[in-house]
């Protein structure tokens, strides 16, 4: 399916004030679990598995495994929703119900490590590892050291201790929980490595690591493509992500890119009204403007390094001239207008003869970002 990229639109008004002295030659600068799903889709998640519950419970009573399941997504739609206290009474009971039906059953040690994560989010972080080496002792029993389900815990750890502030301790649960969901072949390792792809690439963009946070963050891309498709809200929230790495890096053409690529991919999903839709088109504008800013720097320096002094008058009177940029569709230059105040035709005709050789805004379709108008207010004196 093709992809549509949205462009939006900004109006960009900028006032450049530029001093040159006529007479003479002219002189020319995120670390958190992933949770980004809509609130609202969430909520509906709770509905409906509290309605089932009851059915449930209703039918098979309380000690059954279905029930303990139902409890389980409970409390992991809690979780999202950040509703802790709730979350943590879910899974509690879900636990409670499991081993009372199975002491050896897989689900304990997930759950475990689910009571670790809310645990993690409340800051009770001592509590958090406890649990988590509840479920790395269990699953160590079960599995042996090499089971891809050691690889979700390890990622958990690396949670807890960049929680703690303890970031050498994070990267390096980081890794292993890595080099462990690499082995693992199902689905579920591909989605857990994605996760750990993407906080180990969180760690290093905090940490001023821009070049290796934007790696990991396209690992966790291409995963969570392959996995959930091209339009779901954790593909847009890695597009961000390496919006940010980029920007962070100066590289503002590569950041706009990525940074609508997240604003097109939650578009798809809720349109304008997605929660995450504003929060990518701030970003997104916040690149243009820079990008904008940047351009018409080169263009006050093109100007004033071409400006033709000609005769110069006694004394300093202050010229005022504005200059008015049409650009085509593609932001090439197609006409500079100049009106000076006084009438200063030699340094006037020297503006846009400079205007007129400048580069073209280095963007595709700029038109649809930039307005077509762009003034600059030029001061000289004479």
């Known amino acids: 399916m093709p992809r549509t990229l949205v462009y939006l639109t900004v109006s960009l008004f900028f ?15 995120a670390a958190t679990a992933r949770k980004t799903t809509s609130i609202s889709g969430y909520q509906k998640t709770v509905d409906t598995y509290t309605k089932l519950l009851d059915r449930q419970i209703a039918r098979l009573g309380k000690k059954h495994p279905q029930v303990a399941r139902t409890y389980e997504k409970l409390g992991q739609a809690y979780y999202k929703l950040e509703q802790y206290n709730k979350a943590l009474k879910a899974h509690k009971t879900a636990l409670k119900i499991i081993k009372k039906i199975d ?20 800051g009770r972080h001592l509590t958090a590892l406890r649990y988590l080496k509840k479920a790395l002792n269990f699953d160590r029993r079960k599995f042996g050291e090499s089971h891809p389900h050691l690889g979700v815990i390890y990622n958990s750890y690396g949670l807890a201790y960049k929680r703690k502030g303890k970031t ?11 080099k462990l ?14 996760d750990s792809y993407y906080n180990l690439g969180v760690l290093y963009l905090e940490k001023g690591g821009y070049s290796r946070s934007i790696g990991y963050f396209k690992k966790a891309l291409f995963l969570d493509i392959k996995n959930l498709g091209s339009f779901h809200v954790n593909v847009a929230e890695d597009y961000n992500n390496i919006g940010i790495a980029y920007r962070k890096k100066r590289n503002l053409a590569k950041a706009r890119k990525y940074f609508n690529l997240a604003a097109d991919t939650v578009y798809h999903l809720g ?10 088109v701030k970003n997104l504008n916040r690149v243009v403007d820079r990008q904008a800013r940047h351009y018409l720097r080169k263009v006050r ?4 390094a071409r400006i033709e002094t000609g005769k110069t008058a006694s004394g300093k009177e202050k010229v005022n001239c504005i200059v008015k940029i049409n650009q085509d569709n593609k ?25 007129a050789k400048s580069s073209p805004l280095p963007l595709p379709r700029a038109a649809k970002i930039f307005n077509p108008n762009i003034t600059l207010r030029v001061r000289m004196y004479k």
Do not use: W
């Open 15 to 29: 006032v450049l004030t530029i001093t040159v002295p006529v007479a003479g030659n002219a002189q020319g600068p």
């Open 103 to 122: 002491k050896n059953s897989p689900r304990i040690g997930y759950l475990y490590n689910n009571l670790a994560l809310v645990y993690i989010e409340k």
């Open 168 to 178: 050498a301790e994070a990267k390096k649960f980081y890794r292993k929980s890595i």
């Open 181 to 194: 969901l690499k082995a693992g072949k199902d689905t579920g390792s591909y989605a857990s490595l994605s």
């Open 271 to 280: 349109g304008k009204s997605h929660p995450l839709y504003a929060k990518y």
């Open 301 to 304: 320096k093109h100007i004033v």
């Open 331 to 355: 932001g090439m230059i197609l006409k500079a207008r100049v009106r000076c105040n006084p009438n200063y035709k030699t340094s006037r005709h020297a503006i846009a003869r400079a205007i």
